[in-house]
């Protein structure tokens, strides 16, 4: 029986999955976040320190890491063409690759955002804006590892410029930023004093779309790159 270009993606996707869970630096991540928001919590830190911690600085971290890597980690390792020869249209290798970024990113945030739970709403809140930020963020930063040769630079400066430097604006600028939907979805206020009393969230509902929609997007617009474009592989 034969099988359609969406399956054999969901099989690539568990593939690379466990190819990351089997390398030492993926444990060192889930290990890694759940262990400092461990810490934070018998020091006594709040519920929303540990959020914020994973929410807007441990899973982008992971997702620059893991979603830069995306196309580039199989180009720099010269396998690109190896893959690109399997019997599976390359756009959805590409998102068969991104999917299995997300969900080593997305643990990584789970871990972490499990032990700020205090509440079932909260805690719900927390694990979705985690994941939230995962697929994002991931998708995003794969996106540039399709664009540019040095992703990584590329995803700081957007990290800090953009994210960092326009999140801390008050009013409706800050809202061209993941990190003020990712804070609505997990129902964070500014650290900022001057921001967190001008801070005026949007929807959940409003917020989930726009993090859904940065994902799919940007997904989407990568996987036809990636369809289209013929990558140079330096010996």
């Known amino acids: 029986m034969s099988t359609t270009p969406m399956s054999r993606a969901v099989l690539w996707a568990r593939f690379n999955v466990m190819r990351h869970l089997r390398k030492p630096g993926t444990l060192a991540w889930i290990l890694g976040v759940a262990a400092i928001a461990a810490v934070i919590r018998v020091a006594g830190g709040s519920t929303s320190a540990i959020s914020n911690l994973v929410v807007l600085y441990a899973v982008p971290l992971a997702a620059l890491s893991f979603g830069t890597s995306a196309m580039r980690e199989e ?3 010269q396998t690109l063409t190896y893959v690109f020869t399997r019997s599976v249209d390359r756009a959805w290798i590409y998102v068969a690759r991104v999917l299995a970024a997300t969900t ?5 945030g789970i871990a972490g955002a499990l032990l700020a ?3 079932i709403t909260g805690g719900v809140r927390t694990v979705v804006a985690a994941v939230g930020s ?3 963020y991931t998708a995003f930063f794969a996106l540039c590892g399709v664009l540019f040769k040095r992703a990584a ?3 700081i400066v957007f990290a800090i410029a953009w994210e960092y430097g326009l999140g801390a604006v008050p009013g409706f600028l800050s809202q061209l930023t993941l990190r003020t939907h990712l804070r609505s979805l997990a ?3 500014p650290s900022n004093t001057l921001l ?3 801070w005026d969230p949007p929807s959940v509902w409003i917020s989930g779309l726009v993090i859904l929609g940065v994902a799919g997007v940007t997904t989407f617009v990568a996987a036809m790159l ?3 474009r013929e990558f140079v592989i330096t010996r």
């Open 226 to 228: 990636v369809r289209r």
């Open 196 to 198: 967190a009393r001008l």
């Open 153 to 155: 630079s590329v995803g």
């Open 117 to 119: 739970t205090e509440s």
């Open 104 to 108: 080593v990113a997305a643990l990584v």
């Open 134 to 136: 995962a697929a994002a």
């Open 187 to 189: 129902d964070l206020r």
């Open 75 to 77: 180009i720099e390792d």
